[in-house]
């Protein structure tokens, strides 16, 4: 195993567990497992429903009502870590 090698494995295996964690976290939003958070999901996460729409309105970012997975594992930005 060369150090190109063990890097890229290393590196895959960092996204597999990033993967896993963004996943885990994005059900704990998605009240009733529809697939995607909608503002009704955020409200009990944060002090106030002014807050919470302001969070919904920052990671939905196509404006559709509903935050995706992908729209909040852009948001988490983990791909670059």
């Not at 497992?33 to 970012?61: M, Q, S, W």
């Amino acid at each position: 195993l060369d150090m190109d090698e063990f890097i890229a494995a290393t590196f895959r295996d960092h996204m597999e567990i990033c993967d896993e964690n963004v996943r885990s976290a994005f059900a704990k939003f998605d009240r009733g497992c529809k697939g995607y958070i909608v503002e009704n999901d955020l409200y009990e996460f944060f002090p106030n429903r002014e807050y919470a729409n302001k969070v919904f309105a920052t990671i939905d970012t196509n404006s559709d009502g509903a935050i995706s997975y992908e729209e909040f594992r852009a948001m988490l930005d983990c791909e670059t870590h």
